[in-house]
């Protein structure tokens, strides 16, 4: 089991993953008697967009009892772009009262609101967020500066950052070839973000050539050259090593770690960790994600029957941790090496 905390409430990107649902009760007519739609309110909406990306919103799951028509009205909050996309007079069954935006170019969540309506029943309101992400601004204060080394993944042309440390060449960014993997919340946008989340059997094939998952033996390698003055055994934790290696990181301009005066960070090796959290793959075909704004957490290439083992950094900590987990079934973040 992880040693951290349950996940504390990160304002922007769970608000950027929320459904929130209500019904609005219209009494203006005091004289007509109302009822109620039947079924639960759903709109299907990515979480993480492009920005000036075309998305389509599809209302779904009510109906009125008697077969009343059910009309939507949407509202992009705070702008003018608003649509009614389906009268309630309107009996075409090709029209679902699905409803294409554009969102402004601009690093930050927006929420859109819809409204369903019907000749005597009461309204109901669905309410999203959907965040705008770009690959390159989304993520700053990392340290990467133009005289960086880089590495180019000829598989996809994605350009890595990369640092030299103990003879041993490290990711400074999270794995994002998406051959493999799963991407955060379902949205491959997210990918030159935070990376994508691997099993341990497909981080096992998913570096670049010429490039590997890094040992428990080079992790400790890793503690000795960047921590202080220490023993540092492979399947030990590091004490006062975890603030050499978090950026004190900022996600359209929110900072990602949260203040902790324990953990004093400093990025001294240059490797930039952000707290991206992990996953796990439930009955669904989603993944379930956690502790985003948390840990950051990697896999290792070393195995224990069938659990590998992995490193991770909590926020409020100065440890980098070991553990261990299913090679199937839990998904991190992956840092390769040369």
């Not at 929320?18 to 009494?27: F, G, T």
């Not at 799963?182 to 691997?198: E, L």
Request: proline share 4%; net charge negative.
């Amino acid at each position: 089991m992880m040693k951290m905390k349950i996940t504390r409430y990160l304002a922007v990107l769970a608000a950027a993953a929320a459904l929130i649902l209500s019904c609005k009760k219209d009494k203006d007519d005091e004289t007509t008697t109302k009822k109620d739609m039947s079924g639960t309110f759903v709109v299907d909406y990515p979480a993480y967009v492009h920005g000036n990306e075309s998305i389509t919103l599809i209302p779904r799951g009510l109906y009125t009892t008697d077969g009343t028509n059910i009309g939507y009205y949407w509202r992009l909050v705070g702008r003018t772009t608003n649509d009614t996309t389906k009268f309630k007079e309107d009996l075409d069954p090709a029209n679902d009262g699905r409803w294409v935006v554009t969102l402004p170019d601009s690093l930050a969540t927006f929420s859109i609101g819809c409204t369903a309506y019907a000749d005597d029943y009461y309204t109901s309101s669905a309410s999203i967020n959907i965040t705008v992400v770009d690959d390159e601004e989304s993520i700053t204060d990392r340290g990467f500066t133009a005289d960086d080394l880089t590495f180019n993944d000829i598989r996809d042309g994605r350009t890595y950052h990369y640092a030299t440390i103990a003879g041993l060449d490290w990711m400074k960014e999270n794995l994002a070839w998406n051959g493999a993997g799963k991407p955060f919340y379902s949205c491959d946008v997210m990918d030159g973000v935070v990376g994508r989340f691997y099993s341990r059997e497909e981080a096992e094939t998913a570096c670049p050539d010429g490039w590997r998952l890094p040992s428990e033996a080079e992790w400790a390698e890793l503690a000795k050259a960047v921590g202080p003055t220490g023993t540092y055994e492979p399947y030990s934790d590091f004490p006062e090593v975890a603030p050499k290696l978090m950026a004190d990181a900022k996600f359209n301009g929110t900072t990602l770690w949260e203040y902790w005066p324990e953990v004093k960070i400093d990025n001294a090796s240059s490797l930039a960790f952000i707290p991206s959290g992990y996953a796990v793959m439930s009955s669904s075909a989603a993944p379930s994600f956690s502790q985003f704004g948390d840990i950051a957490a990697f896999w290792s290439s070393d195995l224990d029957g069938e659990d590998g083992w992995y490193r991770y950094v909590n926020e409020n900590k100065p440890v980098l941790y070991s553990g261990k987990a299913m090679v199937k079934g839990f998904l991190l973040t992956v840092r390769c090496v040369r």
